[in-house]
C-alpha cells in the first residue's frame, strides 16, 4: 500500500463520512484588551521578566552601549552574530573601540555544516534582533531568516534579543492580522516566552534545559 | 438562563427511587417544607425511577420505557421538584437526549422545563428564610456531581445550610471530587469505587464534622455505608431531612 | 513472534490501587494541575468564551476535513515540504523507515509525540537498527526505564524525585544519585546535547496543522522540539488526520486553550510555526522536511456524527488531570496509549469495543472531564453512547466489535427492572420484600460488591409512597 493510494483511500472516507453536517456553533472570539504603547512595553516587561528574562528597557541612540556593558559584566567570551542582520552595525560601531576586555564577535556567516561544532560547544551567547512581540502572553517573535539563522536563538546557553517598542503588539491574533502573515509565512516562524525550562520532577521549575539558560531582552524606545 | 417561576400554589413531588426505599424520612421532611410554605403537594402515585440507572448502563430503550411512565405521572403544568441534583439533572437534561428523535420529543421539552432540583427551588422560587431552632453542631457537605454539574445548585444547598445560624459549615477538601457512587459504577468497577469512597470519607473525617450533609441518596447511601464499615461515628442526612429537622424543632 | 500480551484491566486496577506511592504521586501532581488551571482561567465568563470559540474552530474543522486535508498538503508541497499518508500505523512505519533508510540514517532524535507511541515507532525503529532518542525530558525519563508515558502530556508524571534519582544513577553511565533538579537536569541536558548535534534524522509530532499556509504548529518548553526540527538535516513530521485546522486566525485560540489546559500556562516557552525546509540562502534548519498524515481509525469515527466529537481533542490532557479515575489507577493501568476520560472514548473506538470496552465502564459519569475540556467534548455522553454500543443486539452499531459484550444476566436485570418500575404492584411488592430483609439482603451480586467496603443499605419498612398515602401528600 504506498502513499498515494493510502491518500485516495482516506479521502474517500472522508469525504462519505457525513462530516460536512458538522454542525458549527457560532463563537465569537475573546478579545484581549487593548494596552496604548507604554502599557504594552510594561505588561510585556512584567510578563518576561515573570519567567525569568532579563529585561532593559533602553534608548534607542545608545542601546549597543548596554550591551556591550552586559557583554563585559557577564564575562562572555565569544559572542554570535549575524553581520548582515539589522543589529550588526551598531554592535561592529560599539565593539570598534575594543579595549581588550570585549569578547570576539563571531560571525554565523557559513552554513551551520561548517560551523556546528563551533556553535555547540565554543559560543556563549547569540544576539538577534526580533520581529516584535506581543504582550498579553509575554511573548517575543521571530523570523529567523538568511542574516540571523535559527539556531543563533536555540544552541547558545544565553540569548540576546532586540526589540524595539514600537513592535509590540497587543496579542499573536492581532500580529497575524495586522501583518498579513496568512501572505506567506517563513521557513520557521517562532515565539519565544522566556528561557527554556522544565518542571517534569516534582513540579520543581529548572532553566536551561535544551535551550538557551538566559534570555535578555534589550527594549529600544 | 434557567427561568424560575413566582411561588406557585401546586407542586408535583418526585420522590427518586432510593428515597422511597431506604430514606422515606428524607421525602417526607421534603414535602412538609413545601407544605409549610403554603404550597399544596402533589406525590402521582404510579411514579417510580426516572430511569438513569438502565440509561447509564447502556440500555436506553428500557430507560425510555419506564421515563415514559413519569412523563404520564407528572402530566400537569405543576414544577416538578426534585430532592436530587442527579434525578433532576436526568429528568431535565438527559430526558430531551434520550428521546431525541422520538414522538414523545416536544412532550419532554415542556416536562422538563418544569423540573427543579428541591434546594434550588427553595433558594430560587420560594426564596424560603429558614430559622434555626436546634444546638450548635459542625457539618460539612457533599453534593452529587449532577447536582454541581448539570443542576448547578451546589451554592444554593450550601446557602440554605448557611442560613442556619447554629450550624457550623466546614468545607470539605476536593469537595469537587465524586464520592464514587456513579450508579452501576460501584457495582461494575468495585476496588475504583471502595478507594473513592474511601478518599472521601477520610477528607469528611478531616473537617470534624459530626454530620456530613447531601442532597442525593446514592451518594448519602455511599458514604455512609462506608462510614458505617469503618466504625467512623459521622452521621449522614439528607439536606431536606436536616433542614426539617433544625427547623422544625 | 510472541503473543500479543492481553492486558487484564482489573487486575492492573487492583494492583495500582494497592500502590501507595503511585496513588501519592498522581494525587500530588494532578491536584497541583487542577490548581495551575484553574488560577490560569481564573475568568470564568472569559473561559467559557473561549471554549465556546475552541470548539467552533475544532467543529469547522472537521466539517470540512476533507477539503483541509487536501489544501495543507498542497500547500506544504508548494513550500517543499514532501506529504505522505498512511492509513495504518505499520503504513506510517514503514513511510518514516523508508525515508531514514534513503538517508542511510540510523540515529534520530525525538521530540514528544503520541502519535509516534499510536504507531509503536521507537520499537519498530529499533527492529530496524535505528536508535530513536526521546529528548523531552519526562520521555527521556521513561525511555531508560522501558516504560510508555503514562500521561498525555508528562510522560514520567507517574515518578517521583527519588525514583528519577535512582534511574539516572542506574541508566546513565557515570550518574552519582543526586535528587537536586538542577544536577538531574545538568546531565539530561549534556546527554541529549550530544545526541542533537549527531542526530541524522529530527522526529516529531504536530500539535496544529494550518491548512491555509500549509504550516506545522508545536508547543514545548524545553527546546527539545526545536533541535530536533532544526539540526539534523532531516525533519519527520507525524499527524493524525484529525489535527488540521483551517487557518492562521484559528491559532492563538486554540493555543491559548491548549497551553492553558495542560500546563495551566498561559503560553509555553517557545511555539514554534514550520513552514518549509531550508531556503535558499538560508543557514540552517533541515534540507529536507517530511509530514507523514496517519489515520489509523479515525475516519471510521468521523463517520458517526455524535462520535466524530472525539476527533475534537486537542490532547491537552486535562481531562486525565481531573478525572477521579485516573488519579487513582495511574495512567498505565488503562493499557492503551491514551489513557483518562479521553482514552476510555478513543481506545474502544480505535481498539474495538471487544478489546477495551471495558474502559468504557471505568467511569462514574461524574462529568469533571466534560466541564473541563477545551473544546467541550461531551465526554460522558460519549462514554454512554460506546456502553449503548457494547451491550446493543447485534453488531450493526457504528464501532467495531459493537455487541460483542452482550451480557444475558445483564439484560435480564435490566429487564427486570423496567417490569418492576412499570408496574406499580409489582414496585410494591418488591420494595415489601426488600424491606422485610431489611438488613439481611442476601450477599449476592451487586450486593457483594457493595458490602466488601459498606455496611448494606437498610430497606425502610415503609416506602415514601406508603408513607404518602398514610400521612398525605395529595394524589389528583
Redesign the interface.
Known sequence: MNSQTARERILKRLAASGTEHTAVPDADLPQPPSLNAEERVTRLAAMMEAMRTEVHVVDAADWADTFRQLAREKGWRRVLYGPRGPVASPIEAAWSADDGLLPDLVAYSDSVEAFKADLFETIDAGVTSVRGAVADTGALVLWPDAHEPRLMSLAPPVHVAVLDADRIFNSLGEMMAAEKWADGMPTNALMISGPSKTADIEFTLVFGVHGPKELVVLIRQ | MAVFPAHPRTVYFFGTCLMDMIYPDAGMAAIRMLQREGIRVVFPPEQSCCGQPAYNSGFPEEARAVARRQLRAFSKNYPIVVPSGSCAGMLKHHYPHLFDGQPESRDVQWFSSRVFEFSEFLVRVLRIRLTDLGPPVRVTWHGSCHGRREMGVTEDSKSLIRQLKRVELTEIEREYECCGFGGTFAVKQPAISTAMVQDKVEDIRKTGASRVISGDCGCLMNITGAMEAQGIAITGQHLADFLWERTNG | MAEPIVHDF?AE??KA?ANRQLRANFR??MG?MIEKRKALFSDPV?LE??R??G??IR??A?????EL??QL?ANCTR?GIQV????TSE?ANQ?VLAILKSHGATRTVKGKSMVSEEMHLNAFLARHGIEAME?D??EF?IQLTCETPSHII?P?IHK??DQ?ARVFQQKIPGTPYTEK??E??AV??KT??TK??QGEVGLSGVNMAVA????LCLVE????G??CT??PPVHIAVMG?EKVVE???D???I??LLTGSA?GQ??????????????E?????PREVHLI?L?NGR??I??D?EL?QTLLCIRCGTCLNHC??YV??GGHAYGHVYPGPIGKILAPQMEGLDKAGVLA????????C??VCPVRIPIP?LI?RL??????ADDSGAVAGAGGKRDLA??LV??G??L???S?AL?RLG?RL??AMGQRLPRV??IK??T?????????R????????R?G????
Open positions: 482489573h486496577v487492583e490501587l500530588f501532581a497541583n472569559e468564551a473561549l465556546a470559540a470548539q467552533a467543529q469547522r472537521l466539517s470540512r476535513l476533507p486535508l487536501d498538503e513550500n505522505h499518508w498512511a492509513e503504513e513511510e529528548t525530558f519526562g525519563i508528562v514520567a517521583n524525585r528519577i533538579v538542577e538531574l537536569n539530561a541536558r541529549l546535547r542533537f548535534f491555509e499556509t500549509g504550516t518548553n524545553e527546546g527539545n526545536r533541535m532544526t539540526v488526520i487557518k492562521l486566525a491559532v492563538p485560540p493555543l491559548r500546563t498561559l503560553i509555553t516557552t517557545y511555539f514554534n510555526m514550520i513552514t518549509s525546509p531550508r531556503r540562502g538560508e543557514k540552517d534548519g498524515i489515520d475516519s471510521r468521523l463517520a456524527p466524530r477521579p479515575v487513582r489507577i465502564t471505568a467511569s462514574s459519569l461524574c462529568g469533571a466534560g466541564e455522553d454512554r456502553r449503548n454500543e457494547i451491550v446493543a445483564e439484560t435490566w429487564k427492572w423496567e418492576a418500575n412499570l406499580p414496585n420494595t426488600a424491606s451480586g451487586p460488591q457493595w466488601r467496603a459498606r455496611r448494606p443499605p437498610v430497606v425502610a415503609r416506602s415514601l409512597h406508603e408513607r404518602v398515602r400521612e401528600g395529595k394524589d389528583e
